[in-house]
């Protein structure tokens, strides 16, 4: 049982890689302790600290490898698998993509993204409520991305516990749709805190909620003045070349100095 959030995700995850027979169980030894005499604060303090360091390992292979690593999080349901059908076939030219699903049960993301021809690897987390740095680890070891490549994470749908693992992306980005209410910024802080990219999807369904994008921006920036917004739909695919244009920036070669 993790402390930090009282899920199950430190029991054996699951990761199978698309094209491989194979599904693949590792047990889940990284050298944490799961003292019952330990508070819960000093447990909650142990497995940050694991995964923290975990993280900067994968931090440091994507790095050197030049791959924008992406760590989508949303509630269930935002559409977080929508937006990356859309990107993969429409972008397929531009990137090479590799993808990690993050879901309780079922393949069914991973099957989703494999039909669209990108590699793609389905971590199945069991009663664990987000993925975990660890798990990120072994997941990158059987894919083996590519130089210059963009490497997806979609995380489990949850719009809180995934907040607190680092995973090693680069950044963080958020989806929000509009079918949730334009108060989810302010009622869960912490995933829109430590996002760079807010997306606001569903807009084709403006019509039929009451959602303000005004205010949900507005609340969005109490938390994070700095946040970025891109809204679209990802069932009319308005707004996505934004969403495309703001991929190809993150992927420019720097000027050398
Ligand atoms: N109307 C409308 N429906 C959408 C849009 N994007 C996604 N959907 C629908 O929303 C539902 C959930 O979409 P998914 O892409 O599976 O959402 P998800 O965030 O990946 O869901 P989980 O992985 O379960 O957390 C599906 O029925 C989609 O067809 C959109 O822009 N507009
Ligand atoms: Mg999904």
Not at 125 to 141: S, V
Not at 182 to 201: Q, R
């Amino acid at each position: 049982m993790c402390a930090t959030c009282g899920c199950d995700s430190h029991s054996s995850p699951t990761i199978r890689v698309s094209g491989e027979s194979q599904s693949h169980d590792h047990s889940h030894d990284h050298g944490h302790s799961h003292s019952h005499t330990k508070t819960v604060v000093e447990v909650e303090k142990d497995v940050l600290h694991e995964n923290n360091l975990l993280a900067q390992r994968n931090r440091g292979y994507f790095e050197a490898k030049k791959i924008l690593a992406l760590n989508l999080v949303s509630s269930p349901g935002s559409g977080k698998t929508s937006l990356l059908e859309k990107t993969l076939i429409d972008c397929k030219d531009e990137f090479q993509f590799y993808v990690i699903e993050g879901d309780q049960q079922t393949t069914r993301d991973a099957d989703r993204i494999h039909a669209t021809g990108t590699k793609v690897a389905q971590i199945n987390t069991g009663k664990g409520c987000h993925l975990d740095a660890h798990m990120i680890l072994h997941a990158l070891q059987s894919m083996k991305p590519k130089e210059n490549s963009v490497f997806f994470i979609e995380n489990v749908g949850n719009l809180v516990c995934p907040a607190m693992f680092d995973l090693g992306e680069q950044e963080r980005v958020v989806i929000i749709s509009v079918t949730e209410g334009d108060d989810k910024p302010i009622k869960y802080p912490d995933m829109f805190h430590s996002s760079t990219l807010c997306i606001i999807n569903k807009t084709d369904l403006l019509p039929y909620v009451p959602f303000s994008m005004d205010k949900v921006k507005e609340y969005a920036r109490q938390v994070n003045p700095t946040l970025e917004f891109i809204e679209v739909s990802c069932t009319s695919g308005e707004g996505l070349d934004r969403w495309y244009q703001w991929l190809k920036e993150k992927t420019k070669v720097p000027a050398e100095a």
